[in-house]
């Protein structure tokens, strides 16, 4: 009972927060909007911590939660060792060679971001798993409302459209919303991509700052994402200054991109093919109930293009309805389903968003980190994980792309004001507005 009471108070307490935070911001949620996202959200984030406590032994999530039992107590008695540790600077010590000090040094930032964090939502929650979604689910809702705002500000007529792609898809809530760091990685994509666009239209400094704090977010909780996500920011960035056709230079950016990877296999010190290979091998050596085929993938160019097959089947397509095992492969079967049923339907309608970097930066970052995924990964719980931020950015971009409206619900009241015809009303005013750029509120 105590739980559940803390539950109710803590979500209300967020929904008062955030609306009061973002009530002067041009493109916002209504309170209400903000109440149903967030609850949506902390029950997707309870039902994850359930599921995987029930049915897979508990599996990272609770482990994570165990942890930050032993940092909340250190958090109270050795408080000075438990801030020391946050940033492990004895990465390189323990590790003599660059590479793998600065790899180990991620891996313990992203967990010590976890189990500190909820280390310090413990002294709030009574040390309940369930209460710490509430304070967790923080991190993804801001992610969400930052891409909802950078998506609404572009195409304003499909607001209602965006809200529901941002948060009400039960498969890309339900991963995005259980403790783990894919929170923090779509706090970091939403801080990056939001005040990229603003930085590129105000110069503001303050939003150059929040830039490169999600970028280097990026950086920390999913290394692969950062180095395909800045040849796209540069390309995005090249559009707005030289007002240059956004397919093409993304083209472009993406044919130097490839030669540069792929040319770097004639180094033996800067081979980025022996990355991807390194990381694969590292997954191949786990074992799991269900194993896509895959490749064992070797350091040159052939390598790639053989594995190219499997790598596009196993994150655009797989798990097929008919291989599933289980209820979460089965719901990843259904999410292919629907995925390419709003995708098919989307591009249908693609010249009405060709026009616009946004579209572009989507299509080719989300292509690039599901094929980077599927070279790597075989484990289809794993891809449905990893890949479920991208298909966010899927969604928000083709979502709205669906020919169906969705109407406000609103409540008489005897205090409406007189509506007019349509044939006495004022003429829009017409303003003309930069081919590439939209405003940021």
């Known amino acids: ?35 149903l996202a967030y609850c949506f959200k902390v029950a997707m984030g309870i039902l994850y911590g359930f599921v995987f406590k029930k049915f897979y032994g508990g599996d990272d999530t609770w482990k994570y939660f165990n942890d930050s039992l032993s940092e909340y ?35 313990m930032l992203e967990f010590n971001a976890l189990t500190k964090s909820l280390a310090v939502f413990n002294l709030f929650s009574l040390q309940n798993y369930y209460v ?113 056709k956004p397919w093409l230079t993304f083209t472009s950016v993406m044919i130097g991109s490839l030669l540069l990877f792929f040319g770097s296999s004639l180094s033996q010190k800067f081979n980025m093919l022996s990355f991807v290979v390194q990381r694969q091998h590292e997954f191949l050596e786990l074992k799991a109930n269900t194993v896509f085929p895959l490749n064992r993938l070797e350091p040159h160019f052939y390598s790639f293009v053989v594995t190219f097959p499997q790598a596009a089947l196993n994150t655009f397509f797989r798990p097929y309805i008919w291989e599933a095992k289980g209820p979460l492969q089965l719901a990843a079967s259904a999410e292919v389903i629907f995925f390419w049923i709003i995708m098919l ?36 719980g794993a891809i449905v994980r990893y890949k479920v931020l991208p298909e966010l950015l899927f969604f928000l971009l083709l979502f709205p792309m669906v020919p169906f409206k969705l109407k406000k619900i609103t409540v008489p ?29």
């Open 1 to 35: 009972m105590a739980t559940v009471l803390l539950i109710i108070l803590y979500t209300l307490t967020f929904i008062v927060l955030i609306d009061r935070i973002t009530k002067h911001s041009k493109i916002r949620l209504s309170r209400k909007e903000i109440a």
């Open 73 to 107: 107590n250190e958090l109270l008695f050795q408080t000075g060792q438990f801030f020391k540790e946050i940033i492990p600077l004895d990465s390189f010590q323990k590790f003599p060679g660059f590479a793998d000090g600065f790899s180990h040094m991620l891996d």
């Open 132 to 244: 710490d979604v509430v304070f967790f689910n923080l991190f993804s809702f801001v992610g969400s409302y930052l891409l909802f705002k950078l998506f609404a500000n572009t195409w304003k007529e499909k607001r209602i459209h965006i809200y529901i792609a941002a948060f009400f898809i039960p498969s890309i809530s339900f991963w995005l919303s259980g403790i783990r760091s894919d929170a923090f990685l779509l706090l970091a994509i939403g801080l990056s991509l939001y005040y990229f666009q603003a930085w590129m239209h105000s110069r503001k400094w303050s939003h150059l700052f929040f830039f490169l704090i999600g970028l280097i977010g990026t950086l920390v909780f999913r290394l692969q994402f950062f180095l395909v996500l800045v040849p796209f920011l540069l390309a995005w960035w090249m559009v707005i200054k030289f007002s240059w």
């Open 345 to 380: 339907i989307g591009l249908k309608n693609f010249r009405q968003i060709s026009h616009n970097p946004l579209t572009w930066f989507v299509l080719f970052f989300g292509s690039c980190v599901y094929l980077l995924i599927g070279y790597t990964v075989p484990f289809p």
């Open 413 to 441: 009241s005897f205090a409406q004001p007189p509506v007019f015809p349509a044939s006495v009303s004022p003429a829009p005013i017409q303003i003309k507005k930069n081919k590439y750029l939209n405003r940021i509120p």
